[in-house]
């Protein structure tokens, strides 16, 4: 991958609550900042009154939660909303829930996960302004890629108050750091993130970790070899369900969870810092018309609004908020006054070219995995070094599973005699919920994932053959099978 400069930009504003002025009203701060504690306390004040309103409001703490998603059944009578019983049950569900883009089915949830949180936490944090009555109030993020900011936001560790939620990993409620091995798999995916230059490779790497990771760490899922990383089943309040994993840790529960709106906070402050770099790219207009996907939401005063792709398109990329932390640079300086430099920023068009597919066919079934490439394969990878036109080469795995791993997995490229090159994390956050897992006839055939890792800087023009390594985090017993490993470029048209 390409190597960058991390640089800042200036979001605009207007009337969907965006414009062409360049004006910024919002700044989203640090959660443990002073400024982001006074916006957390303002937080606490909305979500207050949200949960004491009726669960069928659309302002309400279980309704904006619900938009997330929600379970197929709840075991007994709802005591959170009454009447409802799960999605499985009802026939129309109140407008705007169950909208989230982990729907593996569809081809068009990878692309709009960024798109369509981006516009999810964008509304609550208009909800929350106008309920808490702090006219300036932004969204906080939980900065947890800094070591300075391995504790969870204190707020949301205090008993009683409404943004906390007991189901969640406890040593993290208890004030607790983030434990190492989770903390440095996130470090290292930050590095590798920062040198992507395609867009939708971003997304399903920034997508896996540390967004995935992150989910089933908080939610109690993940349980690693030190004692200070072991996670726990608990109660779960949005299925009425015991030893599960927390609210974070499940697609259908994880919107009930305060924290989620600041672990996407983070994950939207990770996407804008790198769209706005000197690798970063926004996809072009048409590709995202063509990826269409529900935007429905509920606006302050509690009417409903649906957008257009051509809406949500000029909408995401033109915001009335910046973020704490994200400083302007010359880079961005100078393509500011350059409006043909700023038209370079979109995705170029690009031809994705197949160089070879490999049958792996094994699983992985201790801590370390490693697989050697023939020399076949190296000579036709060599051959990519010649092609002038490839902007980029992406290692595709194609992968089994059959139950949802709470583990994760980190990948390497590997050249002997040399340090091991890390490419990226396969983590599998969603995956029951996406491909209904949990069902008897699919838990039998398995579900087939794909995650595409950037090695373009990795990959070397040597003769020797490279392995492929990976190194498991985690106790659980769920396998991964490795079934195919494929190389394509990114060639421009």
Known sequence: MRKITILLAILLVGSFGYSQSGEVNYVRKNA?????????????????????????????????????????????PNQLCKGFQGHDSESNLPFGWDNCTHEGGNPNSSFNFLLWHRMYIWHLEKVVRE?????????????????????????????????????????????????N??????????????????????????NNNPHGVMHNYIGGGFSGDESSCQGETMYNEIYQQKDI????????SAGFDPVFWLHHSKIDYIWQQWMNSENGKKPSE?????????????????????????????????????????????????????????KSNVQE???KTLIWKHTVGKTIADKTFVHELTTDLNKK?????????????????????????????????RYEGEKDSYIGTMSFFGVAHEHGIKKHSIAEKGVKLNFSFDITDELKDVQKTFSIYIKKHGNGTAKVTIENLKLFTYNKE
């Open 32 to 76: 443990n900042s002073p400024g982001g504690i006074a916006d957390l306390n303002a937080m606490k004040t909305a979500f207050d009154i949200m949960r004491n309103m009726d669960c069928k409001n659309g302002l309400s703490w279980y309704s904006q939660g619900a938009m997330h998603n929600t379970p197929p059944e709840i075991n007994g």
């Open 245 to 252: 994993s927390g609210l974070m840790g499940n697609v259908e």
């Open 381 to 413: 990878t060599k051959s990519t070094f010649r092609d002038i036109n490839a902007t980029s080469k992406v290692l595709d795995f194609d992968v089994v599973v059959y139950k949802e791993p709470k583990d994760f997995y980190t990948v390497y490229i």
């Open 131 to 179: 309920l808490s009555g702090v006219s300036d109030f932004a969204l906080p993020y939980w900065d947890y890629t800094e070591q300075d900011d391995r504790k969870m936001p204190k707020l949301l560790t205090q008993k009683e108050e409404s943004l906390y939620t007991k189901a969640r990993l406890s040593s993290l409620n208890n004030g607790q750091e983030i434990c």
């Open 181 to 206: 091995e989770q903390f440095d798999a996130i470090e290292r995916q930050m590095k590798e993130l920062k040198e992507m230059t395609e867009f939708q490779t971003f997304s399903k790497n920034l």
């Open 349 to 351: 068009k690009t031809t």
């Open 286 to 342: 048409d590709s995202v018309l063509k990826h269409e996907w529900p935007y429905n939401f509920i606006q302050p005063d509690g009417s409903k609004i649906t957008y257009t792709m051509q809406e949500v398109y000029d909408i995401v990329f033109t915001l009335d908020y910046t973020y704490q932390g994200i400083e302007k640079s010359t880079y961005l300086a100078s393509r500011e006054s350059s409006p043909t430099i700023l």
